[in-house]
C-alpha cells in the first residue's frame, strides 16, 4: 500500500509540472497559435538562471526564484520579437521552425554558459520528507503540488475576470474578429510569450531539485506536456489539470506494474489512442461550452 | 563516468551520411589542399624504421573540444592532458625527444565534423591520436583501419573494444571496459556485502549493456541472479518507481548515467531503503557535483580504474593530483586522469616503437606495461584495454574511501 501511495505521490508531482509547462504551451497558442518547440529549453533556462542566481550570485532562493521568473518573462517577450514578430505572417510551420532554432539556441548557449557539468539546485524547503500513510513524499514534492496548485487559482482568475483573460479568450475563439473589435493582438501575444516562458522556468525551477540540472532537464518534460495538451484538446485550464494528472498517474503508477521498462512511452500511446477516439482531445466540449 | 548525453542513433546515422560523404570526396579535396591525404600520416610517413634513435618530437593529436567550443565540451581531458605534455617536457622529454601535440576540436555529436577534424589531424602526422570522447569515437573505426594511426580512446566505449564492431586494432583505452567496471561490482556485492538479493538499475544507452551483460554473467557464475532489475531512461527526472522496485534487495547495482545514479541513490534513501548501492565511475561526478543528498552518501560505493582519493594513493597519484591543482583550481577527475596517462602511454610507445609506423607503435601497446601513470601500471587486455584494475570506494564520509579493490580475471587472461 505504501509503494502505491508513493507512487500516486510521485505521480500527482510529475502532473504539477506538466501542468505547469502545458499551461505555456496553451497560453501561447491561444494568444499567438503558435506551438513553441522552446518551451522545453525555457523551462531548463529558468533551472540554470536559478542556479547561477543562488549559488554563483548568493541571492537567496525566494528572491532569486522571483528574479529568474522576471527574467525569463523578459527572454518570453525577447524571443517574440526575435523569432515570432518578423515571422507573423509567414506560413505556421516557419514559426514553429523559428521557435525550435530557438530551442537549439537556448540549449547551446546555456552549454558555453554553464558547461556539461551537472548542477544541484537547492530547494527552498530543504531535503526533508513527510510520511504520509508509509509512503515518503519529499517536501519538495509537496512544494511543487502546492504551488502549482496556487497558479492554476490565479490563472482561472485571469482567464475568467480579467480583461487580459477576456481578450485572450475572444482571440482564441475568432482571431479577426478579436481583431475587428479592438484588441490589441500583437500586445497580447508578446504578453503570452513573456508569461509563457515564465511558466516553464517556474516549472523549471520547481522540479530541478528533485534531481540535477542539465541540458536535457526540459526537452523531454516539454515532449510529455505537448502529449498533456492534446489529450485536453490544447482548451481549458481544468482539462489541462485532469489530464496531465491521468499522464503522471499512467507513467508512474501503471508503469510500475505494466511495461516497467516502457512506462515513458505510455503517455503517449494514451495520446495516441485518444487522438484516435477524440481526435479535438477529451476536454473539447469543455473548451467550446466556455469560449 | 561521466558520458556524452549524445543519442547513439543520431550519431550513427549522422556518421552513416557523413561517412559516405567524406569517402566521396576525400581523394579531391585531400590532394588540393597541403598535399596530405589521410593516410599520409600513416606508416612510415615522418617516423624511420632505421635502429637509429629518432630525436625528432614525439608528435600527438588530441581529438576534442574545450570549454566554449560546444555545449558538450568536457575541459578535464585537455587539461589532464597538458599536465602530462608539460611533466614529460619538463623531464627532457621521453627517451630525449619532447612531446608535442596539436588539438583538434572534433565534436562529440557531429559525425562530419569529426571525421573532418580527425582528416585535418592526419595531415599533422602524429604518432598517436587521442579521443574523442563518447559514442562518436565509433565513426571512426574505418579511418583507424585505413591511416593506421594509433587511436587511444579517453573514455570507454564498449562498441569500439577491439573485437567488438566498431573495434579496430590501432584502437585503445586508457581505462578499464565498463564489463571490468561490471565485473567489480558484483564481486563487491556478493563477496564483501554477502548479497542474496541483487536488484540492477540500468541505462537502456547501448553503451551500458556490455555491462549489464557482464553483471548478469557474473550473477550466473556464481549461481545468482536478479531479483529485479529496471531501466532508467537517461534524461529521467523522477525515479520513484524503480527506486520503490528495490525494496527487500541486499544490495543495489546502479548502471546509469550519472544525474539517474545520483536520483536513484536519493530516493531509495528517501523510502528508506539502506542497502549499498554499487555504481561505477558514475557516482563520482555526482558526488563532485553535489547531486547525491546525504541520507543517501552511506550507501554509495563507486568504482573506478584511477584511485585519486584520500591519503593512501601512489606517489605518482599525489603528484598528478597536486599538479591538477595547481593548473586548475580543481580536484582531478577521472576523465582528467585518464587523459593524463594516455599521454604519457602514448609518448612512451612512440619513442619506444622508435618509429610512427601505427603497427610498430600498437605492437608496444600491445606488449609493454607501462609504468608510472597516475592511474598506475598499464598493460592491455585481450580488449586492448590498458587496465583491469577497479578501486571500490565508499562515499560515507563524503569523500570516496578506498573499501576493495578487484583485479577483472577476464582482463587478465
Known sequence: ?291 | MRKLRVSRGLAIGAAVVATAALAAGCGSSSSSSDGSSGSSGSSGSSGSSSAAKSTDPINLAFLWEIKGESSYAIQDFQEGAEIAVDQLNAAGGVDGRRVEYTRYPASPTDASQTLTQYLKAMSGKPSVTLGPPGPIQEVLTKQIDRTQVVNMGVSPDPPSEFGQKFGSKYRFFAGASLATQGRAAVWYALDRVHARKIGLIYSPDPSDAGAVTAIKAALADRGVSLAVERSVSNDATDVTKEALAMKGMDAVLVFTYENQAALAANQMAQQGIDVPTIGYTNFYPSLSDGLIKRDALPNIIGGTSCNLYGDDITPEARAFVERYKAATGDEPTFQAANAHDSVMIAAQATADANSNDGNAVAEQFKTKTFTGGACGDHKSTPAQQMSSKIYLHSFRTGSPTLVGEYEDPAGTQ
Open chain 1, 1 to 291: 500500500m505504501s509503494e502505491f501511495l508513493g507512487l500516486c505521490a510521485s505521480g500527482i508531482a510529475l502532473a504539477a509540472v506538466l501542468t505547469l509547462v502545458a499551461l505555456g504551451l496553451v497560453l501561447l497558442y491561444k494568444a499567438t497559435n503558435v506551438v513553441s518547440f522552446a518551451q522545453g529549453d525555457l523551462m531548463t533556462a529558468g533551472a540554470y538562471v536559478a542556479f547561477w542566481l543562488t549559488a554563483q550570485e548568493h541571492i537567496a532562493i525566494v528572491p532569486a526564484y522571483l528574479l529568474t521568473l522576471l527574467i525569463l518573462f523578459a527572454v518570453g517577450v525577447a524571443m517574440e520579437r526575435i523569432a515570432y514578430a518578423p515571422l507573423r505572417r509567414a506560413s505556421p510551420i516557419a514559426v514553429v521552425l523559428g521557435t525550435l532554432g530557438v530551442a537549439l539556441a537556448i540549449r547551446s548557449a546555456l552549454g558555453i554558459w554553464q558547461g556539461t557539468t551537472p548542477k544541484n539546485l537547492s530547494s527552498p524547503v530543504g531535503d526533508g520528507s513527510v510520511n504520509i500513510f508509509g509512503a515518503a513524499v519529499t517536501d519538495q514534492r509537496l512544494l511543487v503540488i502546492g504551488v502549482t496548485a496556487v497558479i492554476v487559482l490565479v490563472l482561472g482568475y485571469v482567464f475568467n475576470s480579467t480583461r487580459y483573460g477576456r481578450q485572450l479568450r475572444a482571440l482564441a475563439a475568432d482571431r479577426e474578429a478579436a481583431q475587428l473589435m479592438g484588441i490589441r493582438v500583437n500586445g497580447l501575444a508578446t504578453i503570452a510569450f513573456g508569461a509563457s516562458a515564465a511558466l516553464a522556468a517556474l516549472a523549471g525551477v520547481l522540479v530541478a531539485p528533485l534531481g540535477a540540472i542539465d541540458l536535457n532537464l526540459g526537452f523531454n518534460m516539454m515532449i510529455t506536456a505537448f502529449a498533456v495538451a492534446v489529450l485536453a484538446g490544447f482548451g481549458s485550464i481544468g482539462g489541462i489539470v485532469v489530464s496531465a494528472i491521468l499522464v503522471g498517474l499512467v507513467q508512474q503508477v501503471l508503469g510500475n506494474y505494466v511495461l516497467q521498462d516502457y512506462s515513458d512511452v505510455l503517455p503517449f500511446g494514451l495520446m495516441l489512442i485518444v487522438i484516435i477516439i477524440r481526435p479535438r482531445g477529451l476536454f473539447t466540449a469543455m473548451q467550446g461550452s466556455r469560449v
